[in-house]
């Protein structure tokens, strides 16, 4: 199947720092990638649909000016967590599909975050 | 009502054995169903999609009950390596609603 890598794949930071997380398709063209954050024992949260050349679009109750998200090509998304607290901690997956992404999502490994 | 809706389990079953999952969706006019299999502290992988016709694969079952909006997963002859949570998605207009999941334990 397809590959999508991520990278961290893990981060500890001081709170109050910026980590920026790269998710990448390694062998398609992605139009389109979402980013989920995933707490211990929860599922996959939507954060953002990201799409390439445009703005992303933002779930309800999640923060566009501290999560910010770049696609700037068709194999790279970031997401940035501004300013991290502890609260900020969690799982974050990013998925990539292509222009028929609702046959399928391929997701990343996954970066654990752990604001201290 | 949540959007997708799982029984967290745990199912404890013995090897060799045969469960069923089921998990239900809000959202009459989703065309997009998936399981997705979890292990601990990994990324979610896709198991399968599911048809209307519903679709086999080895000792894996999905199907889709559009009437009473739910998915199913079957899984025979449980192997201890099926242990994992596992994920439905429903797709839900340009995305995907996760369910929370249901823990599989398979022991021997």
């Known amino acids: 199947g397809a590959v999508v890598s991520q990278h961290p794949s893990r981060v500890i930071c001081k709170s109050g720092t910026s980590v920026k997380i790269e998710c990448r398709s390694l062998?398609?063209?992605?139009?389109?990638m979402f980013w989920y954050r995933q707490f211990p024992k929860q599922s996959l949260m939507l954060m953002a649909t990201?799409?390439?050349?445009?703005?992303?679009?933002?779930e309800q109750g999640v923060e566009k000016d501290k999560f910010l998200i770049n696609h700037a090509s068709l194999t790279l998304s970031t997401l940035t967590v501004t300013s991290a607290h502890p609260e900020d901690s969690s799982f974050y997956i990013c998925s990539a599909g292509d222009r028929a992404w609702q046959e399928t999502q391929y997701f990343g490994p996954g970066t654990r975050l752990l604001v201290l | 009502r949540k959007e997708v809706e799982q029984d967290p389990g745990p199912f404890n079953v013995p090897e060799g054995a045969t469960v069923a999952f089921n998990c239900t969706y809000s959202n009459s006019a989703s065309q997009s169903f998936f399981w997705y299999r979890q292990d601990c502290r990994k990324e979610p992988k896709l198991l399968m999609s599911v048809y209307s016709s519903g679709n086999e694969d080895g000792r894996f079952t999905a199907q889709l009950n559009r009437a009473s909006q739910y998915i199913s997963l079957l899984i025979r002859d449980s192997k201890l390596s099926d242990s994992a949570t596992y994920l439905c998605?429903?797709?839900?207009?340009?995305?995907?609603?996760f369910g929370a999941g249901t823990i599989l334990r398979v022991k021997s």
């Open positions: 998605a429903v797709e839900y207009g340009n995305k995907l609603v």
């Open positions: 990201s799409n390439e050349g445009s703005k992303a679009t933002y």
């Open positions: 062998d398609f063209q992605a139009t389109t």
